[in-house]
């Protein structure tokens, strides 16, 4: 019994010391600067991935259309669909721009990147004109206008019924 009680009190004394309370103080707010530090070290993490993936973007962007230049420099007929290849793509490409730009400028501002200088401006290659692979044949000119009504066709016995429907109501019921 006397072994409990010493354990006890050491315990207690441990516990209820003043050097016990600063300790702990010391623990909890070093635990929360860690915390804190290990938090902003991640955000920076995604924004520098952010700003990575931007600049892979604007890379295989740039790297796209030079090869679209290089293809439509050395074909002599391009597909018929080219030009609206190229209005999807710029819409899609001013869709992504316009809705990354302000996250951007945040991770960049977060990570203390300066902005990118200005990529500069590709004039678009004409395209070749689009001609068909076979000569259209010519037709004898229709006459214009509509067409002349057709002759209603008149039946020779009377129309009869095929089914007649009732309802089931008697003239005393009232509709409404």
């Given at each position: 019994m006397d072994t409990i009680k010493e354990q006890a009190n050491t315990v207690s004394q441990l516990l209820f010391s003043t050097d016990t309370g600063d300790i702990y103080k010391q623990a909890l707010a070093r635990?929360?600067?860690?915390?804190r530090e290990v938090g902003l070290l991640l955000w920076?993490?995604?924004?520098?991935?952010?700003v990575?993936?931007?600049?892979?973007?604007?890379?295989?962007?740039?790297?796209?259309?030079s090869t679209r230049a290089w293809y439509i420099g050395i074909s002599e007929k391009g597909p018929t669909?080219?030009?609206?290849?190229t209005s999807t793509g710029q819409a899609l490409l001013d869709t992504v721009q316009s809705s990354t730009a302000y996250l951007l400028a945040q991770a960049r501002q977060q990570l203390g990147i300066p902005e990118p200088e200005p990529q500069p401006a590709i004039s678009p290659v004409p395209a070749p004109p689009i001609t068909p692979p076979f000569p259209t044949p010519v037709e004898p000119p229709t006459p214009s206008g509509p067409p002349?009504?057709?002759?209603?066709?008149?039946?020779?016995?009377?129309?009869?019924?095929v089914a007649t429907v009732s309802?089931?109501?008697?003239?005393?019921?009232?509709?409404a």
């Open positions: 635990t929360w600067d860690i915390l920076l993490v995604v924004c520098l991935a952010f990575g993936a931007e600049w892979f973007y604007r890379t295989a962007v740039g790297l796209g259309r669909d080219a030009q609206s290849m002349a009504p057709a002759e209603p066709t008149i039946p020779d016995e009377p129309l009869s019924p309802a089931g109501l008697e003239e005393d019921d009232d509709l």
